[in-house]
């Protein structure tokens, strides 16, 4: 297959081809005698000339750059110097170099005309199409290799949002368990549905979007067990279609970061509010959360993920067919996401 690809065997390829063709044009019917091997052998060296001419000087240098009249022009000269150059060569010079043979030109200049411009016609057509080809094909070749570039770093992506969300999950059941709570077990349950979906649904390209409301209520029901009764948590939904498909972990992070930033531990009077709203190819996800006085450390100190990695995970998967706005002020954070995906 490599050696049907090279361009030096396409060419023996061709021009053998090309030789067969001419010599039984040239020798008619009768069998091959060593003066049409000759005479068969100069016109083509005659007509190898422009052919390669065109093929690796003019297409590239002119053609190729759009410089359409400099082609034409050198293309037409090309195309009638070495037809009439053809003709001379076997009616008044070729005899000078093989005396021992008689040549005649067969034809006429407008048939030698009509040969080159065939021969030149077909190989420029011949050798674009190849470009087109070797062209289209590694174009193939870079959007695969920028495919395989974006899936392992929407890879990389999820390998940090998963840990990062099970570690703070984890540390409600520890948090419980050193309390020794009777809600412990409850607790356990809501944490394997979770870990259930991180498992078997993170990985695919797109999930409903009914499972991650799912996914987000039982997050929210985990988180129930260590923050204050007095923290007002308010999910509102409106899908229009439940089968409506989004990318998996695309919105519990931002629910999460709420919890992690707003709600904190004992802490009162705290709230934060969600808004989940669908329809036709459009998902709009609104929540907010007051701020209070934190004793951890800042998110981009600790190494966490945050809402850098969802902005990543944004441009990777819905490139120009989003919104992220997010409004960081002195007691009040925001987050407005709008997702718009192909029909």
Partial sequence: MAIARNSVVQHLLFWGLSFYIL???????????????????????????????????????FLNQKKYLIYSFLFLTSLFLFSF??????????????????????????????????????????HLSKEWFELNESRQNMILLEKEKIDAELKALSNQVNPHFLFNSLNVLYSLAIKNEKETPEAIIRLSDILRYVIYESNRETVDLI????????FIELQQFRISPDADIQFEQKIEDEKFQIAPM?????VENSYKHGIKGEVGKTYINMKLMQKGNEVAFLIENNKGQSSEPDESQSGGVG??????????????????????????FSVKLKIKTEV
Avoid: C, W
């Fill in 23 to 61: 010599l039984n044009i040239f020798g008619g019917s009768s069998s091959f005698q060593k003066i049409d091997f000759i005479y068969t052998t100069i016109f083509m060296a005659t007509l190898m000339i422009p052919v390669e001419l065109n093929l690796f000087v003019f297409i590239p240098r």
């Fill in 85 to 126: 150059f053809n003709q001379f060569l076997f009616d008044s010079f070729i005899d000078q170099i093989l005396p021992d043979y008689y040549f005649i030109s067969y034809y006429s200049y407008l048939d030698i005309l009509k040969f080159f411009l065939i021969f030149l016609v077909v190989t420029s057509l011949l």
């Fill in 211 to 218: 499972s991650e409301v799912k996914l987000i209520d039982n």
């Fill in 250 to 254: 695309m919105l519990l992070p931002l």
């Fill in 307 to 332: 809402l850098n990695n969802i902005r990543s995970r944004l441009e990777l998967i819905y490139p120009k067919n989003h919104t992220f706005e997010v409004e960081d002020g002195e007691s009040l």
